[in-house]
């Protein structure tokens, strides 16, 4: 079952120091109206107290014993699990929950209740020991696999006796496995029977006719494969602004959704929750239902944050000043409520892009469908939305001639204030499509005009063929597009050299340029006030262009470099993966094949992990990090400004993180910021 909490209806934002309810791995305080209003307890039991309760590590035995408890629907036994206090280690040694004194256990609590530390095991100990409380349990998922598969076009023809065959094509250890269900000659279903493993993507999905009848279709069946990949992110960080305001939301490895840091609009999803969360707690999609679908995808931006279920739903949550929550209102959200299908014409979504980066920036979000369609909604100033206006959308909008005219395989957006869009159209050539700001040619289509409806990106042969990635940069965009060949093509402004082709000349009123020849696998950068780029190559090295104020393109200086180059040495190592900061001060992160990570620029709050980190400083070549571990699964950079991270996921499910603490950022129970220290997690 989804380890997902379903809260329902009646649910209120208000808290108070009356009743403590364990949730995840922090007691959240509620008042017995708002307990009582949210099913925690019926109406009739007004006797409820949290010495009744015992205290904040409440135990399933306390509330099965507790005669004066009732119904209690919203606390159970998936959220004791993971309470301050594993019951069954202090049974060992006869000491209570009520004396250890509730969530914010430290070692001197356990020593006066003559509770022996050794009693717990190695990763309990690790935790008491470095962050002065329990652990939260459970581990980072690692290993990626298919969670489940969505049907949206049954097809025709089928014969249920001679149900067709199902093939999933993806980077992977393990292939997964389903088959089929037909009824009434259409394929109504698809059942996973093995998840697979390894999957870092979600793969495509095939559904083969069998060789002879009966069951060859009159019309082909579709299918969407969603995949929960290996890793911390699955938010696609080389394409759209994936900062958040000092929160994380992590999946743990028995499917919990989890999250912890700054909440002040709501976007960690945690009910009533507003203000910090220094531990992480388990995330609410806001439902009357018994139990909720598994999120498989999750982003976040500033103020506000977005899921796609496993069934291609799409939930939101936070900060809705300019409407994108999607929820036809402007009204912020402490919970992640569901965008209603139908306004996407009940197709399943497959990614979600969107512009932002600070807590209130102006948000445009565009949501792809299974089908090619996309959907827009959001600020819309300069068009950036692509349906022909500039009015602001507070619920999902079709963009004109997608999933028609133009199958999109994949949409990239922003950044905030002056945004744009821009599409990859399959079914023509996979060429660009483009709108909103183009005040220094972003848009490259030989003008300085915005633009509300979708236009061609062009270079001066006409428009960009054959790209399979793209990337904007900069509060002034630009745009790069990286060819199936290798190639890198940018434009827009270029202030800052962000457009790699020699000079601090925008685009203008002209087409894109052409500044790598071949060899780039992908291309990141930043998403704030000043633009840079690092593209990654197929030989494991880096090209670096751009900003660099704070020698975060490695090169020993703080100038700005005009053209791509290369400031990686090699010496024996690869990179796999890039990850830059978001917004400004920044700090770009390297991964090697070696388990190496290497990182340069901003240092203020050892975001990279060192001793002298306590006064803000600029690295300008890239160093070691000092997590000595290297069996590295994935790198992410989060938060913004000056104000970021390094996290490390592990082969072994832990996480590891370094840099600003200030809003509960490393989750380690406090906001004290530390120096120098690759910090447990979880």
């Known amino acids: 079952m989804p380890r997902i909490s379903a809260l329902p209806a009646a649910i209120t934002a208000s808290t108070s120091d009356e009743l403590p309810i364990v949730q995840g791995a922090v007691t959240k305080r509620l008042s017995f109206a708002t307990a009582q209003s949210a099913g925690l307890f019926q109406p009739g039991d007004n006797t409820i107290t949290t010495v009744k309760l015992a205290d904040d590590a409440v135990t399933s035995d306390k509330l099965r014993d507790d005669p004066s408890i009732n119904a209690n629907r919203a606390v159970t036994t998936n959220h004791l699990r993971d309470a301050c206090v594993i019951t069954d280690k202090i049974a060992d040694v006869n000491v209570t929950t009520a004396k250890l004194a509730d969530g914010s256990v430290t070692l001197d609590k356990l020593a006066a209740n003559s509770l022996d530390i050794s009693k717990f095991n190695t990763a309990d100990r690790i935790y008491l020991e470095s962050a002065g409380t329990a652990r939260p349990g459970g581990r980072v998922i690692t290993d990626g696999f298919v969670r489940s598969v969505v049907v949206y076009n049954g097809g025709s023809g089928y014969d249920s006796s001679n149900p067709p065959t199902v093939t999933f094509t993806g980077s992977c250890t393990q292939t997964a496995t389903a088959t089929c269900v037909v009824t009434a000659g259409q394929v109504t279903s698809i059942v996973v029977t093995s998840g697979g493993s390894g999957y870092t993507s979600d793969p495509t999905v095939t559904i083969v006719p069998p060789a002879s009848p009966p069951g060859i279709p009159t019309a082909t069946a579709k299918a969407y494969a969603y995949a929960i990949p290996n890793g911390l992110a699955t938010s696609d960080p080389m394409a759209s602004a994936t900062g958040t305001q000092h929160g994380s939301i992590v999946m743990t490895s028995d499917l919990a959704l989890k999250s912890f840091g700054y909440s002040a609009y709501g976007q960690l999803g945690l009910a009533a929750w507003n203000g910090v969360a220094s531990l992480p707690q388990e995330v609410f999609l806001y439902t009357a239902s018994t139990t909720a679908p598994l999120p498989v995808k999750w982003y976040c931006s500033g103020g506000s944050s977005w899921i796609i279920d496993e069934t291609g739903s799409v939930w939101s949550a936070g900060y809705n000043g300019y409407g994108q929550l999607g929820l036809n209102s402007t009204a912020n959200s402490f919970v992640f409520q569901k965008i209603p299908s139908g306004y996407f014409s009940n197709k399943p979504i497959i990614k979600l892009a969107f512009s932002g980066g600070g807590s209130t920036e102006a948000q445009s979000v565009f949501a792809l469908a299974a089908d090619g369609t996309v959907f827009a909604w959001g600020y819309n100033a300069y068009g950036q939305l692509g349906i022909g206006s500039v009015s602001q959308q507070n619920a999902p909008y079709l963009v004109p001639n997608t999933g028609t005219t133009y199958i ?102 002209g087409y894109a340029t052409r500044v790598i020849t071949s060899g780039a696998k992908y291309v990141t950068g930043t998403v704030g006030l000043y633009g840079s780029r690092i593209a990654l190559m197929t030989d494991g090295t880096i090209r670096v262009w751009g900003y660099n104020g704070y020698g975060q393109l490695g090169n020993g200086g703080t100038s700005v470099i005009l053209t791509p180059t290369n400031t990686f040495t090699n010496a024996g190592r690869l990179v796999t993966k890039v990850v830059c900061s978001q917004m400004n001060y920044a700090t770009n992160t390297l991964l090697c094949n070696n388990g190496e990570i290497l990182c340069a620029g901003y240092d203020g709050y050892s975001q990279q992990g060192r001793q002298d980190g306590q006064t803000p400083a600029s690295r300008p070549t890239w160093d070691k990090f000092r997590l000595t571990r290297t069996d590295i699964v994935d790198i992410r950079r989060q938060g913004y400004g000056q104000y970021s991270r390094l996290e490390v996921l592990t082969s072994d499910g832990k996480i590891y993180s370094v840099g600003y603490n200030g809003n509960g950022d490393l989750c380690r129970g406090d906001t004290t910021n530390r120096f120098g220290i690759s910090n447990y997690l979880l």
């Open 408 to 509: 999109i395989s994949d949409v990239v957006a922003g950044p905030s204030g002056a945004g744009i869009v821009a599409m990859i159209a399959s079914n023509v050539s996979n060429q660009v499509l483009v709108a909103g700001y183009n005040g220094h040619g972003a848009l490259a289509d030989g003008s300085i005009s915005d633009r509300s409806t979708l236009n061609w990106w062009r270079t001066t042969s006409g428009p960009l063929q054959n790209v399979v990635q793209l990337q904007i940069t900069g509060n002034y965009p630009s745009l790069a597009a990286v060819t199936s060949s290798g190639e890198v093509w940018t434009a827009g402004y270029n202030g800052d050299g962000e457009l790699g082709k020699g000079n601090q000349v925008p685009t203008g009123a």
